[in-house]
T-cell receptor, first 110, second 116 residues
Framework: RKEVEQDPGPFNVPEGATVAFNCTYS??????FFWYRQDCRKEPKLLMS???SGNEDGRFTAQLNRASQYISLLIRDSKLSDSATYLC???????????FGAGTRLTVKP | GAGVSQSPRYKVAKRGQDVALRCDPI?????LFWYQQALGQGPEFLTY????????KSGLPSDRFFAERPEGSVSTLKIQRTQQEDSAVYLC??????????????FGPGTRLLVL
């Protein structure tokens, strides 16, 4: 079983839709959690950190459930520019040892 | 300021050839990481440097893979006797803090290696 698992998608949604991605992790000792965004043939870029209390950044909301070892990302009012692969990232042992999921691909269509 | 840069951006190698991939981290960044990203997968950790010290090389897939950062800045990932399964994008990332302190990693554009 992979350490970090994501639904690979693809998710194809119309502009303005709300879409949610889920991620599960296997290591209960995981310490920090992130969502990264990766555009086609580009490097990953940090989208947002995920905190236990849940956090929001504009149209993006991230939530963490430590008991279920589950992370989610909600995108509201999706834009064409949101089309990308979204990578769930978990750190283990120390905060620089990152484990990536395989990513969930999102395509937002007009 | 300048971000993480990597060279070459693309490399085609014949099976059995040695290759060297270069990473220039953000100036002053203490931590440097190498990742391997296969098509359709997320990046997988290869190795970690804190300044010039290679503190973790647990992700290197075989002894054909070797990384160094002799002066604590530029790093080189070397792959000897390349195999077709080495074909992937090799990503370098750096962060300003040592291991154990939460800090964003900044990724370079990657080197796309194709082994024929």
């Amino acid at each position: 079983r992979k350490e970090v698992e994501q639904d690979p998608g693809p998710f194809n949604v119309p502009e303005g839709a709300t879409v949610a991605f889920n991620c599960t992790y296997s290591n209960s000792a995981s310490q920090s959690f992130f969502w990264y965004r990766q555009d086609c043939r580009k490097e990953p870029k940090l989208l947002m950190s995920v905190y236990s209390s849940g956090n929001e950044d504009g149209r993006f909301t991230a939530q963490l459930n430590r008991a279920s070892q589950y992370i989610s990302l909600l995108i509201r009012d999706s834009k064409l520019s949101d089309s990308a692969t979204y990578l769930c990232v978990v750190t283990v042992q120390n905060n620089n040892d990152m484990r990536f999921g395989a990513g969930t691909r999102l395509t937002v269509k007009p | 300021g300048a971000g993480v840069s990597q060279s070459p951006r693309y490399k085609v190698a014949k099976r059995g050839q040695d290759v060297a991939l270069r990473c220039d981290p953000i100036s002053g960044h203490v931590s440097l990481f190498w990742y391997q990203q296969a098509l359709g997968q997320g990046p997988e950790f290869l190795t970690y440097f804190q300044n010039e010290a290679q503190l973790d090389k647990s992700g290197l897939p075989s002894d054909r893979f070797f990384a160094e950062r002799p002066e604590g800045s530029v790093s080189t990932l070397k792959i000897q006797r390349t195999q077709q399964e080495d074909s992937a994008v090799y990503l370098c990332a750096s962060s300003s803090t040592p291991q154990g302190v939460e800090e964003t990693q900044y990724f370079g554009p990657g080197t796309r290696l194709l082994v024929l």
